[in-house]
């Protein structure tokens, strides 16, 4: 059971505030290798996370890199979804662009 805000009007579950919360926490913060992979983990979910890894560049670059081919389609097909997700943990301007890498070292560019 989720702890309850009770107002005289209304009561709200906390679950309903935590993200909001935390990512106004987490954008105050630098960015970091690890702020920038719990970010990713937080956007993509657990077996996305696990099968691929990031690194942010200087330039705002983020790289993503995978095992397989076929995660790089994926993510290629989730990133409109993916972007919004990651702004909101990192923060509006973090991220300049995301480069999807697999194995052969070929880079692709979803927008």
Do not use: N
């Amino acid at each position: 059971m989720a702890w309850m805000i009770h107002s005289p009007q209304t009561m709200i579950a906390l679950t309903d505030y935590m993200p909001d919360a935390l990512g106004a926490l987490l954008r105050r913060q630098p960015l970091s290798d690890a702020k920038v992979a719990f970010a990713w983990r937080t956007a993509v979910g657990t077996t996305l996370a696990r099968y691929s890894s990031v690194h942010l560049d200087a330039d705002g670059c983020l790289v993503v890199t995978v095992e397989d081919p076929q995660w790089r389609a994926e993510i290629r097909r989730i990133s409109p979804m993916i972007r919004p997700r990651l702004e909101a943990w990192l923060g509006r301007g973090a991220m300049s662009r995301m480069d999807v890498r697999a194995p052969s070292g070929r880079a692709r560019s979803p927008r």
